[in-house]
């Protein structure tokens, strides 16, 4: 029985998303950065802020593949959400 190592993260603890999506659709934002609930909504990957606020807090949201419990935590340029084997990565408005 030979062990393999783990892989090298640079010190950060990496989670494979439920359904991985073999691309993330692009969310356009118009400014620099953006509230991990108001992108759910944008993304139509949530109905409203309640239902945002819910699967958050159950630990059901993933930002750049590391579970996010924090509703306001701001996303920037090149992050990537998952929800519900959906993914969508954060970038500039008409890139």
Do not use: Y
Not at 11 to 28: D, I, M, Q, V
Not at 67 to 92: C, M, N, W, Y
């Amino acid at each position: 029985m030979s062990e393999h190592p783990a892989p090298e993260t640079n010190g950060h603890h990496r989670h494979a998303p439920e359904a991985p999506a073999t691309h993330p659709a692009p969310l356009e934002i118009r400014d620099e950065v953006i509230r991990l609930g108001q992108a759910l909504k944008l993304a139509s990957l949530v109905e409203d802020g309640a239902d945002a606020r819910v699967v958050i807090e159950a630990g059901l949201v993933q930002v750049n593949g590391d579970p996010e419990t924090r509703r306001g935590r701001q996303l920037h340029h090149g992050d990537v959400i998952e929800f519900s084997g959906e993914a969508v990565k954060v970038v500039p408005e008409g890139r």
